[in-house]
């Protein structure tokens, strides 16, 4: 098969955290040569990326995009592998097969759903391997509550069989459902060491929050992960831990200084998003975290709820529906500092918590591009990782280009190493390595979505292969690029 040459660019290879100026060979999806001599081959397509650096993929472990539109604002922001690990899907083997019907421009996988399986055990409701039936069950008091015995071992088999048929670990919610006996965490951590698969969590409340939470969120990370052996991976720590992120921190670091298996991930906002009905969102909570309803702003209609009876109302009516959070005001430094020291912290892993696009005429994708108009969704779905890298390398100098590829591909790929060997060849750039490439202009990579207009592609990225063919060449989308393959679990 011919070969693609990347000539001249300053290569990043993160996994040895060296940077040179050398060719990269990709042939049959595969980087063949990484060579600082120039590659001769008269039948090569060259091209010439002097001055740009290239680099290993964006591999995003937090990913609720399931859409061709989403993923194509995902490759724009360097993203060549996207992962919806938080949350996951129920059926697993149907989640795969509709994304493999419909084709995907990037690589695409999913995990287990804690969620659903509780649901379908606790509520009698059947999952459809679908994000906006998951987030309608986020309202359902039902599923939320303690387990029986036999219950517990019904979802625990649902969990069970979600990893042996491909389900890339475990995604728990919660912080969805935070009243729940904590034993009945530990036992699903338990499950996961079984399987030899990580879990991924949004926790549930902070003791600083809730004095009367069963644990506190991040401590209960610790202990399972002490007290198990799992993976246990705590998503998205800037907005649960908003300002005792010092102290959560400073919990992480303990356990893994003890030889917990702990990881951590970051998006660099000041603003979340999720279901009206989320537990943490009830007019009783709101103080807790130093929220008031006005904090709230709904996704589709642009309304920021007036008063704690609007919010109730909008919880009653339409629990599913898509909110914005402001938990950092961004206009404060003090709050600006607590977002970079937790994208600063050792190890952190840079993850978008993407979320769907929605559009007034309830459209669920398009493959038309440049996208229709009217599109609403959190900016981070767009925008996550040209922000991490125009804040931490271009604008305060806390990380080295390979540090900055160490903390979106190689360090989110080692995630799932031991579920998924098909992840040991994606977040390098070596021979051997997957051809999940992103070759970025790193003096104008930046983000440009916002609240305002969230679909607004990041810039900089001028090319993007993934399996070793262009989705993104000199800085234009190829819109009929769905090279995307699926990454499924192998559980032991």
């Known amino acids: 098969m011919k070969s693609t040459i990347l000539r001249g660019g300053r290569v990043i290879d993160p996994a040895a955290g060296t940077e040179t100026v050398a060719d990269v060979v990709v042939r049959d999806g595969k980087v063949v040569d990484v060579s600082t001599v120039p590659v001769l081959d008269a039948d090569a397509t060259v091209v010439d990326v002097t001055g740009l650096v290239v680099g290993p993929g964006f591999v995003d472990l937090h990913s609720h995009v399931h859409s061709i539109a989403g993923q194509r604002l995902q490759a724009f922001d360097g993203v060549t592998t996207n992962l919806d690990l938080e949350a996951g899907l129920m059926p697993i083997g149907k989640a795969y097969a509709d994304a493999a019907a419909a084709g995907r421009v990037l690589n695409y996988g999913f995990s287990a759903s804690w969620a659903d399986a509780r649901g379908q055990v606790l509520s009698g409701i059947t999952p459809t391997a679908r994000f906006d039936s998951s987030t309608n069950l986020l309202g359902d008091p039902d599923w939320q509550r303690t387990s029986s015995p036999a219950e517990l ?16 670990g475990i995604g728990i919610l919660m912080g969805y459902a935070p009243r729940s006996d904590p034993k009945e965490f530990l036992a699903v951590a338990q499950l996961a060491a079984n399987a030899g698969a990580p879990t991924f969590t949004h926790v549930r409340e902070l003791v600083e929050a809730d004095p009367t939470t069963p644990i506190d969120g991040s401590s209960e990370i610790a202990i399972a992960a002490k007290e198990t052996g799992a993976v246990m991976h705590h998503c998205h720590v800037n907005s649960t831990s908003r300002r005792h992120v010092d102290r959560v921190l400073g919990t992480l670091d303990d356990a893994r200084t003890a030889g917990s298996r702990v990881t951590v991930e970051v998006y660099p906002y000041g603003m979340g998003s999720t279901s009206i009905g989320a537990f943490f969102l009830a007019p009783e909570r709101l103080d807790a975290w130093g929220l008031t309803a006005s904090s709230i702003v709904m996704l589709a209609s642009g309304e920021r709820v007036s008063d704690v009876r609007r919010l109730a109302e909008l919880r009653e009516t339409d629990p599913g529906a898509t909110c914005v959070v402001e938990f950092l005001d961004e206009r404060d430094e003090s709050d600006r500092a607590l977002l970079r020291q937790a994208l600063a912290y050792p190890d952190a892993i840079v993850a978008s918590d993407a979320m769907p696009l929605e559009w007034p005429d309830r459209r669920e994708d398009t493959r ?27 604008e305060h100098g806390l990380w080295s280009w390979p540090e900055a590829f160490r903390r979106c591909s190689y360090l989110p790929a080692r995630v799932l190493d031991e579920v998924a060997p098909a992840m040991r060849a994606k977040g390098l750039l070596a021979p051997g390595a997957d051809a999940d490439l992103v070759v970025l202009d790193p003096a104008a990579v930046t983000d440009n979505a916002t609240v305002t207009d969230p679909t607004r592609p990041s810039s900089g990225v001028r090319h993007l292969l993934v399996g070793g063919e262009f989705v993104i060449r000199d800085g234009a989308l190829d819109v009929d690029a769905y090279p995307g393959r699926p990454v499924r679990g192998e559980a032991r």
Do not use: D, N, Y
């Open 153 to 168: 071992a019904a979802w625990l088999e649902l969990l069970e069989g979600e990893l042996a048929a491909g389900a890339l």
């Open 368 to 394: 038309e591009w440049p996208l229709p108009t009217g599109a609403e969704t959190h900016p981070r779905t767009s925008g996550t990782f040209a922000r991490s890298l125009r804040l931490m390398v271009r």
